[in-house]
């Protein structure tokens, strides 16, 4: 059974920095593509960024509002990939979900519940 | 960016009613085009993949159709699990996008 269990999310400040991570079991990581998708409160699902499989080059593609700001890394030795979120604002205020699928060109095949993430002073 | 619509934004059903929701790309995506289920507290679930590929383990009440830009999720008889919200995405190109989702209620 593919489980993605997100953990690191709580209560920043304004500009400062956070790291999540999620954790995978249950298939192939490092077959796959890992991205990362957010939902705001009381709003939609917006895409965040994703980082291919090393066979597809490890390389990564994000969303104008965080690029620069946001960075997806992966480590296929432990089944785990992370978002390390620098230069936090409040617009950044969203439930962060890991998700696994697909390899050059990622697909929200399974996700994690999620884990909250909130910007305020 | 390609945009994605969705309607109604919101409905009212009953358990055994057919439902169909609507979702449209501002411009062509093929049939690039997914479905999510969303409940509270709990993972998104995806349903239809590739516009009318039904993930495995996805009861088959669920259906999808459609290609370009106009695309339909249809679930053939609601039942009590189905009251969620549903969003269709777009995966032709980045940004990826989600449409604004579709919250199917107990009537």
């Known amino acids: 059974e593919v489980q993605l269990v997100e953990s690191g999310g709580g209560l920043v400040q304004p500009g400062r920095s956070l790291r999540l991570s999620c954790t995978a079991s249950g298939f192939t990581f490092g077959d796959y593509a890992m991205s990362w998708v957010r939902q705001a409160p009381g709003k939609g699902l917006e895409w965040v960024g994703f980082i291919r499989s090393k066979a597809y080059g490890g390389t990564t593609e994000y969303a104008a509002s965080v690029k620069g700001r946001f960075t997806i890394s992966r480590d296929d030795s432990k089944s785990i990939a992370y978002l390390q979120m620098n230069s936090l604002k409040t617009d950044d205020t969203a439930v962060y979900y890991c998700?696994?699928?697909?390899?050059?060109?990622?697909?929200?095949?399974?996700w994690g519940q999620g884990t909250l993430v909130t910007v305020s002073s | 960016d390609i945009q994605m619509t969705q309607s109604p934004s919101s409905l009212s059903a009953s358990v055994g009613d057919r439902v169909t929701i609507t979702c449209r790309a501002s411009q062509s995506i093929s049939s690039y085009l997914s479905w999510y289920q969303l409940k509270p507290g709990k993972a998104p679930k995806l349903l239809i993949y590739a516009a009318s590929s039904l993930q495995s383990g996805v009861p088959s009440r669920f259906s999808g159709s459609g290609s370009g830009t106009d695309f339909t999720l249809t679930i053939s008889s609601l039942q009590p699990e189905d009251f969620a919200t549903y969003y269709c995405q777009q995966s032709y190109s980045t940004p990826l996008t989600f449409g604004p989702g579709t919250k199917v209620d107990i009537k």
């Open positions: 998700t696994s699928g697909g390899q050059l060109w990622p697909s929200f095949d399974y």
